[in-house]
């Protein structure tokens, strides 16, 4: 009996044994089966070519970073989120993220030539003049145009070719400056020639679309900071959009600590003095100024942020338009301006005070004002007084422009917050 029992208590442990096997074999074989989880998918940007202007090309800047974009090699202040969304397409400028090797990232300034607003209304204004239509085929209109087909069998850049243009760095061209701009035009492969000969019918109406609207990223490239110019370096351009390093706009220091103040007003006085007197011979004045003409870098270096509002005189060869022609005026004339109300300044009247003049008067004292105990903060308030009386000489502002470098000058410290000269200015009088 007892050896029955046994032999019974086997047979069931076998068969349970079996149906623990049959069990795990058809849990190994639903899951090989079994469809496999779908990979996480990596959020992205849904670039459109109308954020980007690219559906408006070959009316626009350029396409030299187009790949940035699309690669995420670019991105929007918000590239660490999870949810990676495009800003309001409506803003001038945004702040981003640049890589090369998507491991480590710098700031740019990504920014539009003008407001959304002024572009689409300036390409109402393109076909409505143009076509006489509400819409149509923005490169089709311009490339119909006199000035376009002027610059379409054109050799050369020449002055005739860009009078009557709002770009202050054209009022008064020189042979040698429109030379540069073609040698120097990063959008296209760098031939280094005077001559447009390797500038396709699209190249010249993007560079000439370029200088009509704002003439920002020509001067960056054209006096790149590689060199020594003060410009923020240019990165490239995808369709109405602009790349280049980051700066925050001087209005941001306006209560900064008074050592911070000095530093920043002695590089803005240092900076129009090397716009004024340069090796290459180029005179630069400022239309106007304001708190985000200028910028600071990272390192406390200060730039200037904004060069839409640049002129430049040649010292050497002079202007070889005269006042009296740039009355012209056609479409690419008044694509950013009213050009009922446009008015040209005079080449022979801006002066060696014109840019110190228009700092004194409208940033230097917002920058200052109130830093410093008396009567240290008096005598600058009197410096600049002085600076700023437009009716003044040439030799009255520059005067009191030294006064005012000589007492900033002890104000200033010397740390880490301003890397851009430390440690230098611990082992040198020039700091």
């Excluded at 109405?240 to 007003?265: K, Q």
């Excluded at 008096?378 to 040439?394: M, R, V, W």
Aim: aromatic share 10%; proline share 4%; net charge positive.
């Amino acid at each position: 009996m007892g050896g029955w029992i046994c032999c019974l208590c086997s047979r069931v442990a076998d068969s349970l044994m079996l149906l623990l096997v049959l069990a795990l074999s058809c849990n190994l074989c639903t899951a090989a089966t079994a469809s496999p989880s779908a990979p996480h998918v990596k959020p992205s940007y849904s670039f459109g070519r109308t954020f980007l202007g690219l559906d408006k090309c070959n009316a626009c800047i350029g396409t030299s970073i187009c790949k940035k974009f699309f690669k995420e090699e670019i991105r929007f202040d918000t590239w660490l989120s999870s949810h990676l969304k495009l800003p309001p397409n409506y803003l001038l400028s945004y702040s981003g993220n640049y890589t090369d090797d998507a491991k480590s990232w710098r700031l740019v300034d990504i920014t539009r030539l003008t407001s959304k607003y002024r572009h689409d209304r300036a390409d109402k204004h393109i076909c409505t003049s143009l076509l006489k239509t509400k819409t149509c085929s923005l490169e089709r209109a311009l490339r119909r145009t006199h000035r376009f087909q002027k610059w379409l069998r054109a050799k050369r850049l020449t002055p005739d070719l860009v009078q009557g243009l709002s770009s202050p760095m054209l009022r008064c061209p020189s042979q040698r400056l429109l030379d540069r701009i073609v040698r120097r035009y990063a959008e296209v492969p760098d031939a280094g020639s005077i001559y447009m000969d390797h500038l396709t019918d699209r190249d010249k109406l993007r560079l000439l679309y370029t200088l009509s609207v704002n003439s920002h990223p020509i001067l960056l490239q054209i006096f790149p900071d590689v060199e020594g110019w003060p410009f923020p370096r240019y990165l490239g351009s995808c369709g109405r959009l602009v790349v280049s390093a980051s700066t925050r706009p001087l209005h941001d220091f306006y209560g900064a600590a008074p050592e911070v103040a000095a530093d920043l007003a002695l590089q803005l006085l240092a900076v129009l003095r090397s716009m004024g007197t340069n090796d290459l011979n180029y005179f630069f004045y400022f239309t106007h100024v304001d708190a985000g003409t200028f910028g600071v870098f990272s390192n406390g270096h200060l730039f200037i942020r904004d060069a839409s509002m640049l002129g430049i005189i040649d010292k050497e060869e002079g202007s070889q338009l005269m006042d009296g022609q740039q009355e012209y005026k056609d479409i690419f004339s008044c694509l950013t301006v009213d050009c009922q109300s446009a008015a040209f300044v005079s080449c022979n009247s801006i002066r060696e005070k014109h840019s110190l003049v228009l700092v004194c008067q409208e940033l230097l004292p917002k920058l200052l004002k109130g830093k410093f105990l008396q009567p240290v903060q008096e005598k600058i308030d009197s410096f600049l007084q002085h600076c700023a009386d437009g009716l003044a000489d040439d030799q009255a502002v520059n005067e009191a422009v030294a006064k005012l470098a000589e007492l900033l000058k002890p104000l200033r410290s010397c740390d880490s917050r301003f890397a851009y000269r430390y440690p230098d200015c611990k082992y040198s009088d020039k700091y």
